[in-house]
């Protein structure tokens, strides 16, 4: 079995920074992709953020300039540098990894729990 694990969400002003992180844990052979998506009440679950096994990065434009992923390969592990946030960055955060299983050899689609972010004005 995999789990992923974020931490680091909370409550803060306008123009403060977060960092979430994701911990990728158990039964993984490797990891291809990771991102991050969010979601907030009753709508769609968009994507933020992705970043590739060789370290290429893309974004949603609504965050370009503001937030940044990274990876730790050798801990499984992705983050969000979240700068200059803003109330409308208020959602769910979820980490999202594409993982090949040791047993099998399949890759899977993977999702984290949630780690709530909420930015006042």
């Known amino acids: 079995q995999v789990q992923l694990v974020e931490s680091g969400g909370g409550l803060v002003q306008a123009g403060a920074s977060l960092r979430l992180s994701c911990a990728a844990s158990?039964?993984?052979?490797?990891?291809?992709?990771m991102a991050w998506y969010r979601q907030a009440p009753g709508k769609q679950r968009e994507l933020v953020a992705t970043?590739?096994?060789?370290?290429?990065?893309t974004y949603a434009d609504s965050v370009k300039g503001r937030f940044t992923i990274s990876r730790d390969y050798a801990k499984n592990m992705v983050y969000l540098q979240m700068n200059s946030l803003k109330p409308e960055d208020t959602n769910a955060y979820y980490c999202?990894?594409?993982?090949?299983?040791?047993?099998?050899?399949?890759?899977?689609?993977?999702w984290g729990q949630g780690t709530q972010v909420t930015v006042s004005s």
């Open positions: 999202n990894a594409r993982i090949k299983s040791p047993s099998n050899w399949v890759w899977y689609n993977y």
């Open positions: 158990g039964s993984i052979a490797s990891i291809d992709s």
């Open positions: 970043i590739t096994s060789g370290g290429s990065t």
